[in-house]
């Protein structure tokens, strides 16, 4: 296994172990409140007869399946229920490649490092293909990139790390290209609730029978613990995904579907209109910060980060830790997000002291 | 994809659909009470800050780790919980076949059908090694049957479907043969709680660098639908394993492990003693029917199982769906279990009607 292990936890114990206070924005943890109705049906699926505490449906719970249908207007037979997002995207880029159709994979460069360790994983070859440098996406490059070994095209919108929100057209023209090489595209939209543009479109609005759309609840009900995700699959894909789905997990966890799908039925909109608007606040006064810095930075459109070069200072892990120990704020190296950033440094948005890290940043790069 | 889906859902679902009383004995879904402690530490975590709902560490909660390794009296390092007793399996597998050391893995016969379905998915070559006709282990067999393509054995005792437990020697020989050949051993000991002869050891009591062990709290605790599982992996083995569960699932889901940590600390030992006095009885009740019946039939040692053999009566598809119809029993075909037990019907335990339908069996059979 060529797979090295995410940088995360690396930083994050340096952080820990730091001898001063230190603004944790590595991980992608939010750091705000879950549905109440979350919390409400857990208490009630404790009390519940022992049938309820067996195997749900090794695809998930049928009205879990049925809720997240009628969201995303598909079939609820398209709809695998999974352990995570993580694992409907494994599920999705294994179909790609078990259809003798290529061991290529094209991904967008920076990219979120766990898509290159699934690929090789599953036997395949990741070719990473730089974005623009505001994060959007190079359509040119992605078509010169693909041949007849390309199986699969990974992206991910709203975006992690770059936070660039795709445009639909481009999304559409890379479908086309895909099309033309007998390849598949997943789309990771896990950050769709975190759309600060208001003009994000699903990519399962092109109706294609190349696109695998993947998401999940863990970041829009702060339940990254609770392992509820889920694949919308093209029909004739769908039930070769549930079925690894069964040999390999048989069914995901029943006490997180029950919760995930009580919160889906009862939660307002206000509850996800709050969270964007607490992350919009902090993109403003963390970007605010990063202009006294003097940094360059692209404004996310969605999403949980900002990614910013500061001059002669690049993401690496030893510059990393130089931040944790003199400013107090760890961040992550951008040389763990492909080959494309190595200048930057991605800060995660979801702690309460993102203006408090914003200062400390001003303070140590703006003299 | 060469895996054909199990038939437990075609029978339950033809068995629900039937017109007159069907008592199921299809699935292995235990039917009694999770421990008091389970429900009570779920109701506790619905209370816990947020924090506690986010990620937990990829190879489970240390503490449960811990209480794990204790019990089983392992290095914790070693140990790493799953997605179920499922996710286990498919963890261990893959690691045997990613060594490069052969594409075979010898499955005991009559097999458990997501055994050969998971070797099929990792590209390996299932070949089924008939067991004894009392579901022993046939030591003979397995030597005769490895060679250098031999990768993986795979051993599950206490037994699904035969109902034995197998004799640590045995398990020994099997482990110097897969050593001769370079292939690993998993034992998937979900059963260990329900050895009903007393005599059963774990295979890591032999200490061997050859030998995976899986297993779980799906039976244990009377939570098939919390998917809470574990590997014990050899020191050579463990960090590969950690990275394929980290770029499948991520994590576990974290309720389900916070649940079982403390149900798993506070539980007394009479829980798993009634629940196994409770197995013994119906086992007893069950098998005296079957004499009436005039079956061959293996008394089971453990496990939540028992395959009967009617005269003249083989366990195809056919007939179980005549046994639903005519005796308002449901039971598994021999037939789903491999080659070995085409004869044969598999019957679940873990109903509460178990001697109504041992009652049932014996007038049908008994004339």
Redesign the interface.
Known sequence: ?E?E?PKFFHVMQYAAAADGDVIDMV?G??????PAAL??A??E???LP???????PSEGLLELREAIAERRSVDPDRVVVT??T??AN?LAMARAF?RDAGAEALLTDPVYP?YP??VD?LGGDPTLVPTERDGSLDVGAIREAASEDTALVVLNTPNNPTGAVYDLDAVREVVAVAEAVDALVVVDEVYDHFDLTGEFESALTLDSDRVIVTSGFSKSM??????VGYGVFPEDHVD?AK??H???????????QY?VHHALAETPPEYYAEARDLLADRADAFTDALDAAGAEYTRPEGAFYVLARFDDFPGTMANVKRLVDEAGVAGMPGEAFGTARDEWIRFALVTPRTEAAAERLADYFGD
């Open positions: 296994m797979y292990e991980s943890n939010p750091d705000w409140e879950p919390r409400e857990l208490r699926y404790a009390d022992s049938e309820a505490f067996q195997y749900p352990n995570g993580g694992e494994y078990e766990y360790g699934k994983m702060a339940i990254t613990g609770f392992r070769s079925t690894r069964m040999l390999v997990n048989v069914a995901g966890a029943r006490p997180s919760a």
